[in-house]
Each structure stands twice: as C-alpha cells, then as structure tokens.
C-alpha cells in the first residue's frame, strides 16, 4: 500500500519535471528562433559595405 503511494507521488513528480523540461527544450527553441531573426533585422538595417552599392 505505501509502496503504491510512493510510486505515483513519484512519477507525478517525474511527470512535473518532463513537462518543465519540454517548455524549456520550446523557449531554448523560441530565443533560438528570435535571434535569428535580430540578426536578419540587423543585417538589413546595417548592409556590409561590400554588398552595398554605391
């Protein structure tokens, strides 16, 4: 009996944990994403010069 109560305390526990690790794996994904982005920005707003032409 105690030994069941053990068991699911801890996989709700291993469960909580997953699920923090899957919304981290996304918001790693997302800043990810994001920086690519900024440098798109920052490559439109500030060409190399040797693209640029004059």
Same mark, same amino acid.
Do not use: D, H, R
């Given at each position: 009996? !105690?030994?069941a109560m053990v068991y699911r305390s801890?996989?709700?526990i291993a469960d909580c944990l997953s699920s923090l690790d899957e919304l981290i794996?996304? !918001?790693a994904q997302k800043?990810?994403?994001l920086k690519r982005y900024k440098?798109?920005?920052m490559q439109q707003l500030f060409p190399v010069m040797d693209e640029v032409s004059v």
């Open positions: 009996m !105690q030994t801890n996989k709700k794996i996304a !918001q800043i990810e994403l440098k798109g920005l």
